[in-house]
């Protein structure tokens, strides 16, 4: 049931998939095919072969992350995510509640990004 | 707020974080609107804003404010009205009609009383506030500027009421822009009411068979969308044109009664009443879910489906002849506003946007009473900020159009 940690992550936020980059970090088919069809543009990080095989854009983690909007990984470095980027699939993060359920973490350098809480991928 | 009427001031702080959100999320507004909205136009205007009643209109509402204008609010939809963003809203100096859950009559007391507020300018969503102000306040009539609609439904009740000779100020039509009913009717709506089923009913869409009921932008949205999760399509629609555009784009079409026996979920998506009348309702299969995505909580005759049972919030079951059990979903309202939290924030921050230009236009132009278009201009100015503030380049591609133009020596 991984496609709920996509469902998940914009039913918490009320943020639109379509026409964002949508990170995905490591293979997980189920994800990947329901972002898709949410009309995001799909990036999986460290998915290889298999990912690329089904047409996904498939590349290094930080290459992965660089574009990322929406991200999806059990654990990440937040220094790897775009500004603004929000995150779920299982990372947690610390910060404040802005959103219920979802989480602002400021950085070092004053930027910040956002962890969701949201089904494991 | 003097004249405020709300459930509970004290839910402020959720709502108040939901409005921040929204800000956050909006850089078509923030840079477009509330720089056009901030010209003076607005200082000490009537503004009311009609609109279901949740965070992004209140940011909406909040920017008039910011802009100097006196505003009210209440919402276009009893259901789909969230009390902590009426709090917030409230706390920030904004006079507010409207709460969740309340009946028909109070709803349109609500109603009744943003119109007493004598709007000079409103943003209205169904004409719903235009035509209880027509109705029950002819004396304030002749104060008002101007409306922009947000809706199908309401661009067709403003026309029709043109047409009766009972329209007497300009209106835009605000759902007619590009912006508005190209990205929001179909991606927004689409988007949100697929991701609202799944989460009320906690079931992928995927091997499941949809009836869409009306393939407008609404309609197409929806059917894009759940056929991207792996649901079959089958489109119920009483137009040629549109019904071919179905059937080319590869979607069964079929009529009512041929497609509801099959459906796993039914979604109506018409802005009319009765789409899905009871008289179909012998023919769901056991199991079927049932949701409306158009404008009218009528669109699905719940009255027909007799007394069912809250197996939790916005899911309810019934039991119909013969032991079949469906479940109907945010009591027929608006599927994904009543029973989830409406639109994306970037889709509505487009559509503000088109309601913003149109507000501004009207504020300052002398368009004669009918229904008029949003100018061309603006809803591209509006699609050049929003693709600027993604990092999209346009190409500047006119010369080959120059060129064809001058092949013909024109």
């Not at chain 1, 929406?70 to 947690?92: F, K, N, S, T, W």
């Not at chain 2, 809203?89 to 009744?112: K, P, T």
């Not at chain 2, 179909?186 to 009306?214: D, Q, W, Y």
């Amino acid at each position: 049931v991984s496609y709920r940690a996509v469902t998940d992550l914009l039913d918490r936020t009320n943020l639109l998939a379509s026409g964002k980059v949508f990170a995905i970090v490591g293979w997980d088919e189920e994800a990947a095919r329901t972002a898709r069809a949410l009309r995001a543009r799909v990036v999986v990080a460290d998915g290889g072969d298999a990912a690329r095989a089904l047409g996904y854009a498939a590349l290094p983690l930080a290459e992965a992350l660089a574009d990322a909007e929406l991200v999806l990984a059990r654990d990440v470095d937040p220094a790897l995510l775009r500004e603004g980027a929000v995150v779920g699939g299982g990372v947690r993060l610390d910060g404040d509640e802005v959103r219920e359920g979802v989480f602002e973490h400021v950085r070092p350098d004053g930027t910040s990004v956002f962890a969701v809480e949201t089904s494991p991928l | 707020v003097s004249g405020s009427r709300i459930a509970d001031e004290s839910l402020w702080p959720e709502g108040e974080r939901r409005i921040q959100w929204v800000a956050r999320h909006s850089p078509v507004l923030n840079r477009l609107a509330r720089e056009r909205l901030g010209d003076g136009s607005f200082s000490g205007k009537r503004v009311a804003v009609v609109v279901h009643l949740e965070a992004k209109t209140a940011y909406l509402a909040t920017l008039f404010a910011e802009a100097g204008a006196e505003v009210v609010v209440a919402g276009s939809n009893p259901g789909t009205t969230q009390d902590s963003v009426c709090a917030a809203l409230v706390r920030r100096g904004i006079e507010v009609h409207g709460a969740n859950g309340i009946s028909y009559e109070a709803w349109e007391q609500d109603l009744v009383d943003a119109a007493a507020f004598a709007p000079e300018l409103i943003v209205d969503d169904g004409a719903e506030l235009t035509w209880r102000l027509l109705e029950h306040r002819p004396d304030l009539v002749d104060r008002v500027i101007g409306v922009s609609e947000e809706t199908t439904t309401g661009v067709a009740r403003l026309r029709a009421l043109h047409d009766a000779g009972r329209l007497p100020f300009p209106a835009i039509a605000a759902n007619d822009a590009w912006c508005k009913h190209l990205i929001d009717n179909r991606f927004g709506t689409g988007h949100s009411s697929v991701l609202a089923i799944m989460a009320l009913t906690g079931e992928p869409l995927a091997g499941k068979n949809v009836c869409v009921i009306g393939y407008g932008f609404v309609g197409r949205g929806l059917a894009e969308y759940a056929e991207g999760l792996g649901a079959r399509l089958a489109i119920v629609e009483v137009d040629p044109v549109p019904a071919l555009e179905a059937y080319i784009g590869g979607h069964r079409v079929a009529r009512l009664e041929d497609a509801v026996p099959d459906a796993d979920v039914v979604v109506t998506a018409t802005g009319g009443i009765g789409a899905l009348p009871a008289s179909v309702f012998p023919l769901l299969k056991d199991g079927a879910v049932l949701a409306n995505a158009g404008h009218h909580d009528e669109e699905i005759e719940v009255d027909g489906l007799g007394e069912g049972e809250e197996l939790r919030r916005n899911v309810h079951r019934y039991e119909l002849d013969g032991g079949r059990r469906v479940t109907l979903l945010a009591e027929g309202r608006l599927v994904n506003i009543a029973g989830a939290d409406g639109h994306p924030v970037e889709i509505m921050d487009l559509s503000f946007s088109v309601q913003a230009l149109a507000q501004h236009e009207l504020a300052n132009g002398s368009l004669p009473a009918g229904v008029h278009p949003l100018p061309a201009e603006l809803d591209r100015e509006i699609a050049r900020v929003k693709l600027a503030t993604v990092g999209v380049e346009l190409d500047e591609s006119a010369g080959v159009l120059e060129a064809v133009a001058a092949e013909w020596g024109l």
